[in-house]
């Protein structure tokens, strides 16, 4: 962002900002880059012994640093000074023309910010008195934090926006404090976490730093604050575990200087001194309910022996000192049990004072004189805004280790990118359900005014891992699962029995409803039947139930589902080598169709169609010599010319089957038609299906746009023009409403479609894939297939799709207790009415995703409940009931909404909720829509659960902290902003991917991993640190890794050591190595082994087998690797993060004002 322009009120949102193209960062994990320049600091090694921090003189506010009688009155003048607990305000300063800084100042070349909090010593949020399990409280502004700034800056960092240069500009954060009208109950001011500098000398407005400069603790009990952001200074990240913090020492003494505090998860600012006054902390107002401001602090993690913050520092404030503010903390201890860990915004837990560290504001105070020269401009430093690499890492740390266990009513889980065990207690799983708040609102009116969407992702047949038990199936006999008789909720752990156990209350409609003779059992003391603990539906949240005959089409029971596999023989397909590789690969993938666990084999039928202009099915009963192929060439009337003998069963047919895949390569070797149909092929796999009386699915291997006249026949309507125009949505849109109605046919028969797609044009997916989108299926795309590139990626597919647990024929319903109900749906599925979602296949990787509306209002004390029922066919044809229940909490402050949110949920939310408006509204519009969304949350949040604090300050939720950053990913993502290079194809292909992903997947897909290889271990089994997605970030030096769920990136520096490019490619330089390939070769050294387990092992992660690209520095697929630094401004003209959340900031300013 060019700073010495005219005042403005911020950079124009989404423009190239000039300036900072090339700027050099401290390169990850503290080791600086090559040409920068060291900085004079170490690194931090814990506490020193020895130093003691000794109390400031009566009358100094210690973050001022100036004499106050009572405290310092806010400096009234509008301009947004520089504090140090926020990034960004937009607006410029009166006394200067130049404009403010971006978002705050650069780091020195070897700090890494990182927070002060540790990791693992003190329990987080509020005492265990107030409420258990809950988050820490939400809304602490961030006090400074823990790292310096160098004292001089070299020119190899370039910067942003002059600090103040006057007294007038310290206005708008002062005026934030509201120090004097703080009630006897307010915790501590800011300054209070921190001691002031060593020695304050008796000069008024001069800072010097001598010896050490210790920071006293925030204490435990108000928790770690939210982020906030203020122009000057950045957020600080807390510390990887088991990564070194990368601070610095500071030289005894440094006249005039000592370095700034930062804010938590707000990194240091690096301004060189200057005439003016320094920026102070913001004050935080009165503790939120159910937060103690009494009491000593828990525990200081690593820092037993510094003192507390003195208590000469609450003299300014009227009332009675804290307790908790004299005499030495309390030696470090475990976290206590009962409290949870951090979630998202997991700042993990408190840590104590940082020894070496100076407490005041670097320059010389001046107080009463004239504004100077502006420094040279300052940019913010992308180190001190929250890290999304950060957050993953401290919820790894603090809540990898132990089981999540269910048991207790909204509790918060780990993020979605921690790998955690899970305990069923009574609620479903995070893997099958999780929310975007865990505490929702009470009334309807407080949802409106925070504007949190209430919703959950429902993956109702989620893969779990080894270690955990999959659902148990209860078989009630003939009389089937017991049911509430007025809302028909299935039974489980909420339901109440009363009269001895004879009847139960319904926990959704409180209906009363008799206990089936054949299911009563007495109570206990507690009110409890007493055989609970042996029957999963009364223990635990999710369990399946055999269904009864009458949960069957036409009340009879279903047969085994069938395969069918259709394949284009058209002459793309044949000469690009397709045709032959699909039947050499079913000759054995044929032996792998999914069974039901005990099943020596499966009860799957298969059949075999091949396609051009006309359909081609064969009979391949076990009782022929040969297979017999019969031709429909009347596409408009689409029958199946035969019944006995079209699906079979594998084992039996396996000659006949082999002997056609054999076959088909050969029949259609010299094929000259290159027309092909596409609704026919789906019609001719229904007809087979309903004359079979089966549910199913058909897997279409398709190569090209069906033009051949027939019913479904399409145009090519691509066109670039209609980007950013209001005609746009139509190349989302289908072009007939013939696939929609077919599909509606297909989930009536349960037959479920899955697309395996090989353009080398347009094929306009947006059209071919309603069918499969409707029904459940899953869509593969490889554009321009190439045989050995593309074969890999394909066949893993395949085997995957072909393999998966499916479940046929699927209706689900979500119930809820009063007060909130279902309102909207989205996911790959049909729904005939408001409540039923239908699919004719529902694989293990599918969500659903559920938006829930108040139509009354809840009580804090029964919380609110979801019930996921989902009725399908197994794979054996077994009608199953699968159920998942979960409970919230329900509150009636904001803050309590705001501490139990799951950011990377919302974004799930946001990101589908935006990919369905593109359908009906210009993309500029849907992308305002979300960010005003976005603003209006975080504005909600500023106004009623931040402390008062000026509008120049930038306040995040500790758990929305990410918020910014993720909703940047999902606005600059293909579908919502798209390069030259993306086509329609990929835009649509994109938009109906993302509307059935679940959580884990739009995170990785929004912000990529992005791993740097050379810093890996051979010897562990453990991934390297990831970075963050910036280009700064990478070292010409090294090479990396980069994964979003799609694609797999190896990029390569061009100084990568000669001896490393040879472990991992085989080739003796850069420049030999091809990029044609899309796999590693199979080298036998320590380094090749390593980076190959690790593609393995990301490959295992995720549902579709990923691509394989490998990107030199500087050579033309670089661009497309650039394209997922989603940090940095992108081609396509979306905002860097730096500038976005600067854009952000004045989005919810002006809601504000």
Known sequence: MSVNQQAHTGPPYGQPQPGYQGYQQPAYGGQPLPGVPQSQYGAYNGPMPGYQQPVPPQGYFPSLGFPSKGSPVSLNSDASSLAPNFIGSLRAPPTSGAPPPASGASLPSSHLAYSQFGHGDVQNGIPASAAPMQRPPASQPFLPGSAPTPVSQTSTFQQYGPPPASVQQLSNHMAGMTIGSTTASAPPPAGLGYGPPTSIPPVSGSFSATGSGLYTPYTASQGPPPTSVSQGLPLAQPPFPGQPISTQRLPTQVPGFAP??????????????TAGAPRPPTMPGPPLPGQTVAGPPTSQPNHVSSPPPPSAMSGPHPGPPMSGLHGPPPPTHPPQPGYQMQQNGSFGQVRGPQPNYGGAYPGTPNYGSQPGQPPPPKRLDPDSIPSPIQV??????NRGSEPFATGVRGQVPPLVTTNFLVK?????????IRCTSYNIPCTSDMAKQSQVPLAAVIKPLATLPPEETLPYLVDHGESGPVRCNRCKAYMCPFMQFIEGGRRFQCCFCSCVTEVPPHYFQHLDHTGKRVDFCDRPELSLGS????????YCKN?????????????????????????????????????????????????????FVTYNKVLHFYNVKSSLAQPQMMVVSDVADMFVPLLDGFLVNVNESRTVIASLLDQIPEMFADTRETETVFAPVIQAGLEALKAAECAGKLFIFHTSLPIAEAPGKLKNRDDKKLINTDKEKTLFQPQTNFYSNLAKDCVAQGCCVDLFLFPNQYLDVATLGVVTYQTGGSIYKYAYFQLEIDQDRFLNDLRRDVQKEVGFDAVMRVRTSTGIRATDFFGAFYMSNTTDVEMAGLDCDKTITVEFKHDDKLSEDSGALLQCALLYTSCAGQRRLRIHNLSLNCCTQLADLYRNCETDTLINYLAKYAYRGVLGSPVKTVRDALINQCAQILACYRKNCANPSSAGQLILPECMKLLPVYLN???KSDVLQPGLEVTTDDRAYIRQLVTSMDVAETNVFFYPRLLPLTKADVDSDSLPAAIRNSEERLSKGDMYLLENGLNIFVWVGVNVQQGLIQNLFGVSSFSQISNASSTLPVLENPFSKKVRSIVDMLQMQRS???????????????????????????????ASYVDFLCHMHKEIRQLLS
């Open 392 to 397: 993953i890492e401290d919820d790894r740390s």
């Open 555 to 607: 009340n009879k029971f279903p047969s085994p589902p069938a395969f069918i596999f259709m394949i284009d023989v058209s002459y793309n397909a044949v000469k690009s080598g397709l045709v032959r590789l699909i039947c050499e690969e079913l000759k054995s993938l044929l032996d792998y169709l999914p069974r039901e666990g005990n099943m020596e084999e499966s009860a799957i039928r298969v059949g």
């Open 969 to 971: 990913c999902v606005l």
């Open 424 to 432: 069923d207690q009574g609620n479903a799983s995070p893997r099958y």
């Open 543 to 550: 369990y399946e139930f055999l269904a009864t005959v009458d």
């Open 1104 to 1134: 579709r087998y990923m691509k394989l690209i490998i990107v030199k520095q500087e050579d033309k697929l670089e661009m497309l690797f650039k394209h997922f630094l989603v940090e940095d401004k992108s081609l396509s003209g979306g």
């Open 260 to 273: 700034p505090p930062s804010s938590t998860g707000i990194g240091p600012s690096s301004y060189p001194p």
